[in-house]
T-cell receptor, first 112, second 109 residues
Framework: DAGITQSPRHKVTETGTPVTLRCHQTENHRYMYWYRQDPGHGLRLIHYSYGVKDTDKGEVSDGYSVSRSKTEDFLLTLESATSSQTSVYFC???????????FGPGTRLTVT | GQQVMQIPQYQHVQEGEDFTTYCNSSTTLSNIQWYKQRPGGHPVFLIQLVKSGEVKKQKRLTFQFGEAKKNSSLHITATQTTDVGTYFCAGAGNTPLVFGKGTRLSVIA
């Protein structure tokens, strides 16, 4: 597996609280992505980054923000978690935009 | 925006039967990729197709890219229980990869 870790792996939080998920890579790849996976919806892109401090929105970015201050770390923040953000979140990396992606193990987030 | 449709959503087969999943894009793609996700796991890259009409094989898996570079298929010959999982296609165009919703394959031994 590619050197990608996600933390935490599981989290239960209450509605209205802020939550930050971390993705860490050891591959020094330029591109990093955050997806959410829900039954019946497949993988949907939340935000992605094409370099340090360079980020852009994906298909389902509302309610999420990201930051990338170092090549190896990509943070996803839910400013005020809602029950609709209960999901499995995957981080992925790639060398270039159209290239194959390598996924982390995922974070299961439950918002009660 | 770019959309990628994948059918069927579910497929149940007897072990030894063949399986095919189809992927269609609303726009012409620069490449198409296939991923497999085992139950409880993360998506794993299988293959990338780039050329119009390209066909690639990996053991019992055959991948095709359409002549117009808008559709693709994955065919598994003689399924085994190890093939269980969800297969996703993902299209690369002018935007980041767009994933289909996947086909979940169940294999009955």
């Amino acid at each position: 597996d590619a050197g990608i870790t996600q933390s935490p792996r599981h989290k239960v939080t209450e509605t209205g609280t802020p939550v930050t998920l971390r993705c860490h890579q050891t591959e020094n790849h330029r591109y990093m992505y955050w997806y959410r996976q829900d039954p019946g919806h497949g993988l949907r892109l939340i935000h992605y980054s094409y370099g340090v401090k360079d980020t852009d929105k994906g298909e389902v970015s509302d309610g999420y923000s990201v930051s990338r201050s170092k090549t190896e770390d990509f943070l996803l923040t839910l400013e005020s978690a809602t029950s609709s953000q209960t999901s499995v979140y995957f981080c992925a990396i790639s060398v270039a935009g159209p290239d194959e992606q390598y996924f982390g193990p995922g974070t299961r987030l439950t918002v009660t | 925006g770019q959309q990628v449709m994948q059918i069927p959503q579910y497929q149940h087969v007897q072990e030894g039967e063949d399986f095919t999943t189809y992927c269609n894009s609303s726009t012409t793609l620069s490449n198409i990729q296939w991923y497999k996700q085992r139950p409880g796991g993360h998506p794993v890259f299988l293959i990338q197709l780039v050329k119009s009409g390209e066909v690639k094989k990996q053991k019992r898996l055959t991948f095709q890219f359409g002549e117009a570079k808008k559709n693709s298929s994955l065919h598994i010959t003689a399924t085994q229980t190890t093939d269980v999982g969800t297969y996703f296609c993902a299209g690369a165009g002018n935007t980041p990869l767009v994933f289909g919703k996947g086909t979940r394959l169940s294999v009955i031994a």
